[in-house]
């Protein structure tokens, strides 16, 4: 069965620096999402894309933030400057269609130190 | 926006029992209602799903129901076992011209003691 694809599974990196979160949605795919997980908290809605934009976005999704599909496989977020409440599990996903259900990848732990 | 309501927020029985989880959602449009099983440091998986033209929908021992007039939706787990030990998550796809996204409620911790 396929599916979504997350690298690095963990992420450290220090207050401040940049960090690059990397999924490989499924090929057929056209809907591509980032949620994220504060350890024992619920998943929360970052932003969604669809046909190369950005379709909807939370409060969550600041200027710190963005997101980019630069080719077509690869779908990924980006954190400029790092907080330490950044530090969470970041859950990419996709879906086939408007009527299809939501596939998650295995995570990326980030770790802000 | 869609706010999602989950109740109650840890559940334990013991296994052969049945366990309940019941959600509630604000949005009249949303229209489209998973429930997600994620067990500690997975990602979330599907489980079960239900539409809003469909009043209820039954997979083994799962099952969903969904009142819209309520707008509440509930999952049933029958003749739980240990391995559904885990945290469930309902969700809400509002309607309209969004990005679809879920909206999701704070999840449910079931226990199933042997």
């Known amino acids: 069965e396929p599916e979504v694809t997350q690298t690095p599974s963990h992420q450290v990196t220090q207050m401040g620096q940049e960090v690059i979160l990397r999924c490989v949605p499924i090929?057929?795919?056209?809907?591509f999402y980032w949620y994220r997980q504060i350890l024992g908290q619920k998943v929360e809605f970052l932003v969604s894309f669809y046909n190369n934009e950005i379709s909807e976005k939370s409060e969550i999704f600041d200027d710190q933030f963005s997101v980019e599909r630069p080719d077509g496989s690869n779908f990924t977020l980006k954190i400029r400057s790092t907080k330490l409440e950044d530090s969470a599990m970041y859950f990419c996903?996709?879906?086939?269609?408007?009527?299809?259900?939501?596939?998650f990848g295995n995570g990326t732990r980030l770790t802000v130190t | 926006g869609e706010n999602v309501e989950q109740h109650p927020s840890t559940l334990s029985v013991q296994e052969g029992d049945s366990a309940v989880i019941k959600c509630t959602y604000s949005?009249?449009?949303?229209?489209?209602f998973p429930w997600y099983k994620q067990e500690l440091g997975k990602r979330p998986q599907l489980i079960i799903d239900i539409r809003s033209n469909v009043g209820e929908k039954k997979d083994q021992r799962i099952a969903v129901t969904l009142n819209k007039t309520a707008k509440h939706f509930s999952l049933h787990i029958t003749e739980t076992q240990p391995e559904d030990s885990a945290v469930y998550f309902c969700?809400?796809?509002?309607?309209?011209?969004?990005?679809?996204?879920?909206?999701f409620g704070k999840g449910t911790s079931l226990l199933v003691t042997p």
């Open positions: 969700a809400a796809r509002p309607g309209g011209n969004s990005g679809y996204a879920l909206n």
């Open positions: 090929s057929n795919h056209l809907y």
């Open positions: 996903a996709s879906m086939g269609g408007i009527n299809s259900p939501l596939h």
């Open positions: 949005d009249s449009a949303s229209n489209y």
